[in-house]
């Protein structure tokens, strides 16, 4: 089957030379994963002489082949802290008025981003009129459409409830978490806020808004505009929660296996239309074109992408996950570190270590796998 990486290896040199530093460097790593540019290492038996080599993975995180591994062990990390409650699924969304900015300005509004959406869930959550209690959030950004189109936003998964006092934990109520309006609202005032004093740079489709009267009636136009934030009905248990963090977590704009054909400079992917009963349709892109959408998604570096708030925030989260714990009836098993042979055994299958030639040993110096999807 045809993946990201094959188009990466036919792109134009005159093409590449007009990314910037950071897109070159992942599209050299994307072309690189798997192949003897990257070398080897070996895969040897413990009970006979049985070797054999592999190429090593490029590990960046907008590789499709790269994120399964990575996905499936942080999901074991996170599932050690979820409780036996309601979840909520809470979307913000960022108005396409603001992509040329966004690209040009990507770690500070990204961040911006980030700061905004959990402020807004704090406020509201500590407020007696909705709960009354610390709440928790894992923020997950992404910045694609299904058509890899520029669609920024960020998925919000937060527990139905909340702790008080550090001693009392309040439900929220079952199909209701916070009103939409009400999130919406709050968050467009605080983002034109930020927006406001952030350090930002104009150039090109944006080195009008230099001019302080211009970026003024800018940030009018887009505080007239209703911003789009969405409550998805409560998760039924922890495992859905989970199943539906492994789908998001890790993801990156497009995974090999939408990549129908690559031909005659045409790339032919599928993709889910939400405005139209969503259907699974197809679009053709030039490659040029392909790729120039697919770089648009690629983060700063050290960016991080996945961020934890309030009761999930790292620092003293394991004492506050155990007190929630007690207050919410969850059973409590003891945290434990995540078994990397365990994962690889979920996603390779339980024979994925015996030797091929002697059957009885066991072969050492595997790396994660490399599985497209």
């Known amino acids: 089957m045809p993946e990201v990486q094959d188009i990466a290896k036919v792109l134009p040199k005159e093409f590449i030379e007009q990314l910037s530093l950071d897109q070159r460097k992942v599209l050299s790593s994307i072309s690189n994963c798997r192949t003897a540019v990257l070398g080897t290492h070996i895969i040897s038996c413990n009970s006979c002489e049985y070797e ?11 590789c499709p082949k790269c994120q399964t591994f990575k996905k499936e062990e942080w999901i074991r990390k996170q599932e050690q802290y979820l409780m036996d409650i309601p979840y909520f699924h809470v979307v913000f969304t960022l108005p396409d008025g603001l992509n040329n900015l966004i690209l040009q300005n990507q770690k500070v509004i990204y961040n911006l981003f980030f ?6 869930i704090s406020e509201l959550t500590a407020d007696e009129k909705y709960l009354g209690a610390k709440s928790g959030v894992t923020a997950v950004l ?3 459409g299904q058509n890899l189109s520029f669609h920024p936003h960020i998925h919000c998964i937060i527990p139905g409830g909340g702790l008080k006092d550090n001693n009392f934990w309040v439900n929220s109520r079952k199909k209701f978490f916070l009103p939409v309006k009400v999130l919406s609202r709050k968050f467009r005032g605080k983002f034109m806020h930020y927006l406001k004093e952030a350090n930002l740079d104009f150039y090109n489709s944006t080195e009008y808004l230099k001019d302080d009267e211009n970026f003024a009636q800018f940030l009018s136009h887009l505080y007239q505009k209703e911003w789009v934030v969405y409550c998805k009905k409560p998760f039924g248990n922890a495992q859905q929660v989970i199943n539906y963090l492994g789908r998001y977590t890790h993801r990156i704009a497009i995974s090999n296996n939408r990549i129908k054909a690559i031909e005659d400079g045409v790339v032919t992917f599928t993709w889910r239309d939400y405005k139209d009963s969503n259907k699974v349709k197809e679009m053709k892109l030039s490659t040029e074109e392909f790729m120039r959408r697919f770089l648009m998604h690629i983060l700063p570096p050290r ?31 003891p945290f434990e570190p995540v078994n990397k042979e365990d994962i690889l055994r979920e996603i390779l299958g339980t024979n994925f270590d015996v ?17 497209t999807g």
């Open 52 to 62: 054999e080599f592999s190429y090593n993975s490029c590990r960046n995180r907008h």
């Open 355 to 371: 030797c091929p030639n002697c059957i009885t040993g066991k072969l050492s110096g595997a790396s994660p796998p490399s599985k």
């Open 142 to 144: 992404h910045t694609w």
């Open 115 to 120: 700061k905004c959406v959990s402020e807004t």
């Open 303 to 333: 960016l991080h992408k996945i961020r934890h708030y309030g009761l999930l925030a790292p620092k003293g989260k394991l004492v506050r996950i155990l007190t929630c714990k007690k207050l919410t009836g969850t059973k409590i098993l």
